[in-house]
Nanobody, 125 residues
Framework: QVQLVESGGGLVQAGGSLRLSCAASGRTFSSYGMGWFRQAPGKEREFVAAITWTIGRTAYADSVKGRFTISRDNAKNTVYLQMNSLKPEDTAVYYC??????????????????WGQGTQVTVSS
């Protein structure tokens, strides 16, 4: 089992920034992918960003390209999501997830194996 704990969410004004963290513990894999998803009230969970663990390739949803940056610290088993120029439509619960299959980037939530509990991000206008 892998445990994921997100942190860093909160309330911010439009145009502001937040950095989310996701720490993995338990059984960790030598090479795996991690992703960030978000879910707003009444909407389906949507892909935000993903990163491969060793090579560091990244992928982003069009809605966040140029504003969000995903990165990882291998030594800390932690992945980050730096969110800049936040908009009210970014308001959602943000989840991190682990994909056990190495060296690939996936955007479908169903491809991920482990999920964190989520952290709330609220952007006021």
């Amino acid at each position: 089992q892998v445990q994921l704990v997100e942190s860093g969410g909160g309330l911010v004004q439009a145009g502001g920034s937040l950095r989310l963290s996701c720490a993995a513990s338990g059984r960790t894999f030598s090479s795996y992918g991690m992703g960030w998803f978000r879910q707003a009230p009444g909407k389906e969970r949507e892909f935000v960003a993903a990163i491969t663990w060793t090579i560091g390739r990244t992928a982003y949803a069009d809605s966040v390209k140029g504003r969000f940056t995903i990165s990882r610290d291998n030594a800390k088993n932690t992945v980050y999501l730096q969110m800049n120029s936040l908009k009210p439509e970014d308001t959602a619960v943000y989840y991190c997830a682990v994909d056990k299959i190495a060296f690939r980037l996936v955007t479908a939530a169903g491809e991920y194996d482990y999920w964190g509990q989520g952290t709330q991000v609220t952007v006021s206008s």
